[in-house]
């Protein structure tokens, strides 16, 4: 049980000399640096310069008089103390940070990333940062790992609207279900998902290999504008289909299955960029 506790406040900052005397102090207290020392296991010729540490840091309280005795703040304090630190660090390495930022998300690189999940994290990054829109191009299994984080975008007054593959029910989303639906999976090899936050970054790529998916990000208006472009014109012709269906599909066939045919350089139609 100890060597659990001497960890965690290896965690919290606390050197193995360091835990070692503060949870002598808390087993019994108060105590001479010499009754610390004996108690603990920590070098007589280390204990002042340990008890001094933890006074300083305000983990331990110290009795001045010929012979100082030591007590330890309660463990409930000491936790809320490091809590509250630990907020504090982050508020100002946010604030510190925030300029350098701007490099980070500079508007001229393409970036890639590696692994289903990874994308999947840079996606929930963009919904997160996002203020006024988001088009998702998405399949149900993703969709589900991103719906907590789309709803609370929606509550936060993002309009987001939603071109699914696959049945996907949503009550914060404009979500419009592809005509295709799973036929676009066999046709392609696979699933992707493209994002655009605020027509300002965009991820693209596929997320069907697992650790082998693959895409890319961007705040390069040179892709984030046709991206976009391309998203709202799939919205405009599912717009038209479901209004127009019928007499499309005399022209076009069934799915505009003819107008597939005639853009596709593949023999099969079937696309291959899914390997």
């Not at 000399?17 to 002598?24: D, G």
């Not at 290999?209 to 892709?223: I, N, P, Q």
């Not at 853009?263 to 696309?271: E, G």
Request: proline letters at 3%.
């Amino acid at each position: 049980m100890k060597e659990i506790i001497f960890e965690t406040l290896k965690n919290l900052n606390f050197t193995e000399y360091e835990a070692k005397a503060y949870l002598t102090l808390l087993e019994e207290s108060p105590l001479t640096g010499y009754a610390v020392a004996k108690n603990s296991g920590v070098p007589r010729s280390r204990i002042y310069e340990v008890l001094d540490s933890l006074a300083i840091r305000g983990d331990i309280l110290v009795s001045p008089g010929n012979t100082p005795q030591y007590t330890p703040v309660p463990a409930k304090e000491l936790i809320k103390n490091r809590r509250r630190e630990a907020e504090e660090n982050f508020e100002l390495a946010e604030k510190s940070l925030a300029e350098f930022e701007r490099s980070a998300n500079d508007r001229e690189n393409i970036w890639n990333i590696t692994g289903r999940n990874e994308i999947l994290d840079k996606v929930k990054d963009c919904i997160l940062s996002a203020k006024k829109r988001i088009l998702l191009e998405v399949w149900k299994e993703e969709f589900e790992e991103l719906e907590s984080e789309l709803r609370q975008a929606a509550k936060r007054g993002v309009n987001v609207t939603i071109i699914a593959y696959g049945e996907i029910a949503s009550d914060f989303a404009n979500a419009y279900l592809h005509y295709m639906g799973h036929e676009i999976t066999e046709e392609y090899g696979g699933r992707w998902i493209v994002i655009s936050a605020d027509d300002s970054e965009v991820v693209a790529g596929i997320v069907s290999l697992g650790k082998d998916s693959r895409a890319a990000w961007t705040r390069h208006v040179g892709l984030v504008m046709p991206i976009t472009e391309v998203m709202i014109h799939d919205l405009y012709l599912m717009e038209i289909m479901e209004k127009h269906r019928e007499l499309l599909e005399e022209s076009f066939g069934e799915n505009l299955v003819n107008l597939r045919h005639k853009f596709s350089i593949h023999p099969d139609f079937k696309k291959h960029y899914v390997k």
